[in-house]
Every structure is written in structure tokens, then in C-alpha cells.
């Protein structure tokens, strides 16, 4: 028991670690672990403390510090948005959601009129619940300030364009809003810069008068660790931003969040609810001070349940996870206080930019040039698979219809592969796998020529495997189906293939699964391909040949 009481665990250096790690890659390059984010920013595979203090000039303490002292003291407010047909059923709603542990009468995209008389109504419910949130969607909304009585509510305004409330000094109004961009393509670098370009607008040239009226507003995507170091890293920013106007010690700002629908799917709706679980959680780590959760459906039309569903997941992280009771959860995480690092030093590099450009309104041309580079390569990433939207671009249910209903209308990821289905059951398509050879090495290959084509909503025919020419030549010859991919190992690809092309029927479409140049066949089918602009290409193909 003495010997091992003296026992010592020697701590490796990262340059012995990086060795190790190059022995077993086997000839791979290092280079290999690293991933380059959509902000350009390199996540390495290992984060230790003395890289990061190198990193940061040993000012890790500071940072952290920083993000503590500039968050408000306090939980998360729930803030879930009431939906319905009418004002009678938003109220019912409301004050069902208040029962249930909602904080805030939250006002978003509704289906009825903000006439009069359904403003009385929200005031005498904001009169009463005392806290609001309004996600200005209907710019007559903001009137409801003109019914309600109780001028000590608290509260804010998130709006793209300024509102002008008097009377009301707890609701913050000043919005750097940057939901708008968010949903144009922005990433997270470019998210924070625009919040400041807009902030040194809002407040003007008197920080201290407008301190109290500001507050920032995001979206949150699924990038975990990059939505928490997001919010995280706009509080340094705050910091920095504040003392260029001579104020050394800002008070906490205000963050509110929403959870992002621009990888929402109408496809395999349930899978909407693990995306906003997880950027809720994400939002409530990073210190997001107002949690907005979307019900799974919103994009079709919310029901009470689902409703329900997306308060519950904020009130589990509220009240299961126990994450709120430790202030700055991922503080000293060495990996988080990385990237927030990076994006606080790219995003003040990018708001100088903008600030060069003349500033928010001036550089109008300049951001949203730079954010649609952005967007494009977000698509590019989706229809490559690079990126996969779970049910959508990749493990999707072909036997799934798109809704044709729309409540909710924003750019999202998703929206190519939707426009596939659609097109795909207006103009239906019969497609084979001529499989050949050996079942189970055959498999992989045939399972994703399968899996491109469920994605387009069209269930493939997969032949018994033959292993005889002769009769591989027979089915493509007698074969109804508009177009057949040729699925087998590669020695059989080469050997087999060109010889049955010849007995292809005019008009069918001759594909091969795997990455393959050979005469006389109309494309391949491969990873890392762009499968939406295949499937795109495969429709308008049979258009001309009908034609």
C-alpha cells in the first residue's frame, strides 16, 4: 500500500501527445484531426491549459472574469411563445403556460389581428403577468403599450427596427437584432460583429444614458460548443465595446435567445424537437439570460402539445439539469474558452470592417455580401452531405409526404430537398439498383444509392444480386424503370459494366454507385458528391427525354 501511495502519473507535454498521435494515424497527416469551422476557425483534436494561456497571453482568468461579471445574476426566464386563431385562445394559452412554469407573456408569430380590441386583451395580460417578451412579427403589436396600466413591467422588445417606448423603463428596446442576418446565413463570427455595429448606433455617442434600454437577441443553432462560446464571447466583446466609450465597468447585458429554424425540417418533424433541446441547453450554458424554445411543428403550425413539448424541454434544463445552479458552467473549459477567444477576436476584427464601411446602415451591401458567401457554402455543405440534416438530406423516410402547410417562413437548409419531394411526387420517377455480385460486400454501396434517392422521397428497386453477365444484360434490357444504378466492388464496376451497357433501353438513365469515369454511362453516384443538383439533374434529364 506504501508503493502505491507513491506512485506519480507523469503529465505528457503536447508534443508528446502529437507524437503518439502520429504513430497511430499510420501515415496519415496530423492535419487530418483538424476541422475547419463554417467561422473559419480550426478545431484542434486536444486543448490544454498551456496552449491556451499562450493563446489568450496568459489572460484566461480575465476572460472568464469577464463573462461572469457581465452576466446578470439570476436563472434563465422561460419565455415561450403562445400561439392561436384567436385572441381569446392566445390568453388561454398564455395563462395555461403561466401554470406550467412560463415566465414571460411571450408574443410572436400569431394567425388574428392585432386590432383594439385584442390589445386590451395582451395588456391586461401583461398587466398582470408582469414580464413580457415580444418577438415584433406585426409591428402593430407594440400598441399594447398603450393599454397597459402598469408602468413597472419589465421586459423586451425584440425587433429588427427600433421602437420608441416612453413610460416604460424596465422593457429594453434598444435590439441589436441579429436574427435577421442569422437567417440570411450568418455565422457566429459575423453574428457578434453585426450586434456591435448595431449597438454603436443604438446607443449613439451616450453609452451610459442607453445602457439600461439595450439589450443583444440570437438565434441559437445546433453547433453546440459554438453557440455557447457565442454568447460567451459577446459579453468580452461588451467589455471592449464599453470602454471605448470611456466606461470601464458596463453593467451585466442583457442577452435573449430564440432557437434557430434554419436547420428545422417539415420532413421528419420529431427530429426538430432534438435540434431545439439542444440549442436551448446550449443557450442556457453559454448564459443566455431569456430562453426561447420553438415547438417542433412551427414550421406547419403549432398544436397546444407541441407547445407544451417545447416549454418542457426549457423548464427540464431549468429544473432536471441542475446546470443553473453553477455559474458559468463551461468556464475554464479549455476547448470553450478557445473559441470563445477566437470568435472574440474575429468578430472585433470583422466590426472594424464594418465600422471602416461607414458603419451598421452603411455597410448594409458589404455584410450582406459577406454573409451570402456564407449561406452558399452552408447549402454547398447539406447538398454534398458534408453537413447532414438528420431525416432530410440523409437517413430519410422516403415514404414521407412535405406538408404543404406553412406557418412559419424563413430561409433554412432544409428548403432544397423539400422542393425535391415535391418535384419528385408531381413528376414520379422508377429507379433500380442492378446489384451484382456478392451480397454482403455489395451492401454498403447499394444501401447508399438507396439512402440519395429516399431523400428525393423515391424508394428504390434493389434486384436480387446477379453474378451472371448474360442476365445482368437481360434486366437492363426489359427493365421498366427510368433510371438504374449499377451497384458492385470495384473489380466487378470495371470488368462487368461495359459490357452490359450496350443493352440499356433509350431513355433509361445508366448510373454506377461509387466514383467512376467509363464510357457510356450517364453518371456515378459517390460520397461527397452534391446529391440535390444529381437528383435536380436526374429530373430535368427525363423531362427532356418525355419531351
Known sequence: MTNLK??????????????????????????????????????????????????LDGKLEEQVSTV?????????GVAQQAFGSSIEEFVAQTNDAFARGAQYVTVGKV????????????????????????????????????????????????????????????????????????????NATQELAIALAQAAELLGGDFA?????????????????????????????????????GVTSPKPVQIVTETSLRSFSKLDVYVNLLRAGNEAFSAVIGGADVVTVHPHNVLTGPTNQSVRIARNAALVIKEESHVTKVL????????????????????????????????????QAKIAADVKVVWDKRLADVETRKAVLVGTNNFADATEEV????????????????????D????????????????????????????IFATAGVTADVTEPFTDVEAAK?????????????SAVDEDVEAVLPQIIASKQPGTLLDVAGKFDIDGIDGALYAGMNIYEKLEGIQTSLKEVQR
Do not use: C
Open 68 to 76: 461572469r461579471a457581465l452576466k446578470a445574476d439570476g436563472d434563465f
Open 328 to 363: 458559468d458552467p463551461a468556464g475554464g473549459s479549455y476547448f470553450v474558452e478557445s473559441l470563445t477567444h477566437d470568435l472574440v477576436k474575429n468578430a472585433w476584427a470583422y466590426f472594424l470592417e464594418i465600422q471602416a464601411a461607414g458603419g451598421y446602415t452603411a455597410a
Open 474 to 486: 437481360n434486366y437492363l434490357a426489359t427493365t421498366d424503370a427510368q433510371v438504374v444504378v449499377f
Open 424 to 451: 419528385f411526387k408531381e413528376n414520379p420517377v422508377k429507379v433500380a439498383v442492378l446489384a451484382y455480385g456478392e451480397l454482403k460486400k455489395i451492401k454498403p454501396r447499394t444501401d447508399f444509392v438507396t439512402g
Open 6 to 55: 507513491e506512485v506519480t502519473f507523469e503529465k505528457p507535454s503536447y508534443d508528446q501527445w502529437q507524437e503518439a498521435a502520429v504513430k497511430q494515424l499510420k501515415g496519415k497527416p496530423f492535419e487530418s484531426l483538424l476541422t475547419k469551422t463554417i467561422e473559419g476557425i480550426t478545431l484542434e483534436p486536444l486543448y490544454t491549459e498551456e496552449r491556451l494561456l499562450e493563446a
Open 111 to 186: 394567425s388574428f389581428e392585432w386590432d383594439e380590441a385584442a390589445l386590451k386583451q395582451l395588456a391586461a395580460l401583461i398587466d398582470t403577468h408582469k414580464q413580457v417578451v415580444l418577438y415584433v412579427d406585426n409591428k402593430e403589436v407594440v400598441n399594447v403599450f398603450n393599454f397597459v396600466t402598469d408602468k413597472t413591467v419589465t421586459g423586451f422588445i425584440v425587433s429588427a427596427e427600433p421602437v420608441e417606448l416612453t413610460d416604460f423603463a424596465n422593457v429594453r428596446t434598444l435590439n441589436a437584432h441579429t436574427q435577421t442576418v442569422h437567417y440570411e446565413g450568418a
Open 209 to 245: 444614458a442607453n445602457e439600461d434600454k439595450f439589450f443583444a437577441s440570437f438565434a441559437i443553432d445546433p453547433q453546440f460548443f459554438m453557440e455557447i462560446a457565442k454568447i460567451r464571447a459577446f459579453r468580452v466583446l461588451w467589455k471592449a465595446f464599453a470602454q471605448a466609450y
Open 403 to 422: 406538408p404543404a402547410e406553412s406557418f412559419v417562413d424563413v430561409n433554412r437548409l432544409a428548403q432544397p430537398f423539400e422542393k425535391l419531394r415535391v
